[in-house]
Structures are given as C-alpha cells and as structure tokens.
C-alpha cells in the first residue's frame, strides 16, 4: 500500500448579491464568495489538497477561470471529476481534515450537513471527514468579514 498526502488551501472575497456556498452546502447569510464558480473555499481547498496529493498540480491548471464552462459551476461538479481522476489512478481516499476560517456567519450548525454533502462524493463515511470552523479573532481581511478561507489536508492509499 502507497500513502500520499496533500495540503490545499483557499480563499474567496465576501461580497454581496451572492449565495454563500461551503463544504457543499448553502449557508444563509448576507453575502456570498466572490468567484467563477460558486466561490466554495471548503471545496476548493480539498480540491487542491487532492491534486496536490496525486501530483497533478492544482484547481486553476484543471479548471481555468477563463473557461466559460465553468463559470457559476457548483464546486462539488469539480470535485466529482477530480474523484473520477483519482478513482482511474486507483487512489482512494482515506481521510480528510479541514479548517474554515470565517469571522461569520457561525457555521457550527452547518458542519453535519457539510459531512452530510461530502461524505457521498468523496466515498467515505462521514467519520473519515474533519470539518472545523473558527474565526480569524477580528484580525486580517478574514477577521474583518471580507474574506472566508479553509484549509484542507488529504491522505490517499493506492
Ligand atoms: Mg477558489
């Protein structure tokens, strides 16, 4: 058996007119993340910490913003092809760990339906998913609400 690690992180203006999207999922709140997609940080971050894991570089090379193709995609459509890559290299996921750091909305009573969302698409149980949402403490850009970002850490076996 092969193990291989990835780290990937994230992150998106606030803005406002937008939904808000994270771990998959539609979070009520105020403003949304500025993006091509639908702005999902969470997603994003796995994304590259998957890729990243498989050696084949990162979310902007597989899915350029100058694409129309892509423009207000959900994430989890990327996700879904970045799993059919790793599924054809013979990877599997073994477990995943995330951090958002968001000043708001509080995304505690979001987390389950985040695992809910993700566990399906990524082929695990929902116990092989950390997700943890924290604060910046009111420092920095994301401290000030402009931005969300995550982080996200992947082993994969072969
Ligand atoms: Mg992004």
Redesign the pocket.
Known sequence: MKLKAGIGY???RLVAGRKLYLGGVEVPFNKG?L?H?D???VV??VIDAMLGAMGEGD??RLFPDTDPKYRGIR?VELLKAVMSRLKKKKYRLVNLDTIIVAQSPKLGPYINNMKRALAPVLKVEKEDLGIKAKTNEGLGPVGQGKAIAAWAIVLLKT
Request: hydrophobic residues 35%; glycine residues 22%; charged residues 15%.
């Open positions: 994230d992150i998106h993340l993006g997609s702005g999902d940080v994003h971050a979310i902007g994430s």
